[in-house]
Every structure is written in structure tokens, then in C-alpha cells.
């Protein structure tokens, strides 16, 4: 059996705002949760990968720092 190819770099955020319909957000903290638009990040962020990005996330609501974040992805219909 063929050894799998390795997985390619993380996807950037210009990438996946071309592809996602914005940024969930939730604090594991106080559980707020938010999606996000990714136009105000763009002009600063564009090309840095996702997981880069979404370390620098804090909770709008109690500032903490343990926030999980990904895509919004496009619901099925």
C-alpha cells in the first residue's frame, strides 16, 4: 500500500475567507461565542496560516485568551 502524501501547509486567511463565511469563535472561559466576519482582518492578517491567527484571538467579552476558533463553513443545504 502507498504511503499517504504529507499534508500540505495550513491554509491562510485569505484562503479561507475565499472559501468559509467567516470566523466561530468560543470562549472556553465565560462560553460566549461569536462569528466573525473576516474583512476586518484582511489588510493585517491575510496571509498569515489559521492556526497563527487564531492563537491571537481573545474573548470580546471577559478578554481571556482560551478561545477556540475555526472556519464558519457554509451550512448544507
Not at 500500500?1 to 463565511?21: D, N
Not at 462569528?35 to 487564531?54: Q, S
Amino acid at each position: 500500500m502507498a504511503r499517504p502524501s504529507p499534508p500540505g501547509p495550513p491554509p491562510t486567511l485569505r484562503y479561507l475567507a475565499e472559501q468559509a463565511v467567516g470566523i466561530d469563535a468560543e470562549c472556553r472561559d465565560c462560553w460566549h461565542r461569536v462569528v466573525l466576519g473576516f474583512e476586518g482582518f484582511l489588510a493585517r492578517y491575510a496571509d498569515m496560516p489559521f492556526p497563527d491567527f487564531a492563537r491571537l484571538m481573545k474573548c470580546s467579552a471577559c478578554s481571556s485568551q482560551h478561545v477556540n476558533v475555526r472556519p464558519a463553513w457554509p451550512s448544507r443545504s
